[in-house]
T-cell receptor, first 112, second 115 residues
Framework: DAKTTQPPSMDCAEGRAANLPCNHS???????VYWYRQIHSQGPQYIIH???NNETNEMASLIITEDRKSSTLILPHATLRDTAVYYCIVRSLTDSWGKLQFGAGTQVVVTP | NAGVMQNPRHLVRRRGQEARLRCSPM?????VYWYRQLPEEGLKFMVY????????ESGMPKERFSAEFPKEGPSILRIQQVVRGDSAAYFC?????????????FGPGTRLTVL
């Protein structure tokens, strides 16, 4: 079973920031938080990952709380092409060979 | 820098036939993961392979499914005697190694339809 909890859906206005929450209250010290998205049944696309520090790349920012029990993915300026299912995944690299366990994700719809 | 390649992109088989799905990892990647996405369901891990070795096949159905990743050539997911329930999208991902923080990159998938 997935170790994360995400809202099933959210809407976002084009041009605004999209803040996607994720709860992972049982995360352990050696587990990373990964975010992927899947646009209309295409292959999942890697977005960003982090361990305990906040991370930023050209696609998004990842904010991880100090206790690591939750995180937020921020898409700074959402576009229509950001409409997708977003998956927050806690990834263990020591007891499961790094395989990804996908949950149901959050369906994000960006509207004009 | 080519990404993960999968072929065919679409595959139609009749019940009882064999399906072979191929995955070429990104350059420099020697680890391959296969995932399956049934209609209206989430992605599920199937198998993890390194070159010439199956490391974790805990997600593979016990019968009819097999996977390989030979020293030369792509990784192959093979489904024998397909049934309608095998209709799904099959994705592979590759990485350099499952060390801390190493990232898996996905291919576009193969959509298998069993008639």
């Amino acid at each position: 079973d997935a170790k994360t909890t995400q809202p099933p859906s959210m809407d976002c206005a084009e041009g605004r920031a999209a803040n996607l929450p994720c709860n992972h209250s049982t995360i352990s010290g050696n587990e990373y938080v990964y975010w992927y998205r899947q646009i209309h049944s295409q292959g999942p696309q890697y977005i960003i990952h982090g361990l305990k520090n906040n991370e930023t790349n050209e696609m998004a920012s990842l904010i991880i709380t100090e206790d690591r029990k939750s995180s937020t993915l921020i898409l700074p300026h959402a576009t229509l092409r950001d409409t997708a299912v977003y998956y927050c995944i806690v990834r263990s690299l020591t007891d499961s060979w790094g395989k990804l366990q996908f949950g149901a994700g959050t369906q994000v719809v960006v509207t004009p | 820098n080519a990404g993960v390649m999968q072929n065919p992109r679409h595959l139609v088989r009749r019940r009882g036939q064999e399906a072979r799905l191929r995955c070429s990892p990104m350059k420099g990647h020697s680890h391959v993961y296969w995932y399956r996405q049934l209609p209206e369901e989430g992605l599920k891990f199937m198998v993890y392979l390194q070159k010439e070795n199956i490391i974790d096949e805990s997600g593979m159905p016990k019968e009819r499914f097999s996977a390989e990743f030979p020293k030369e050539g792509p990784s192959i997911l093979r489904i024998q005697q397909v049934v309608r329930g095998d209709s799904a999208a099959y994705f592979c991902a590759s990485s350099r190694a499952p060390t801390w923080g190493d990232t898996q990159y996905f291919g576009p998938g193969t959509r298998l339809t069993v008639l």
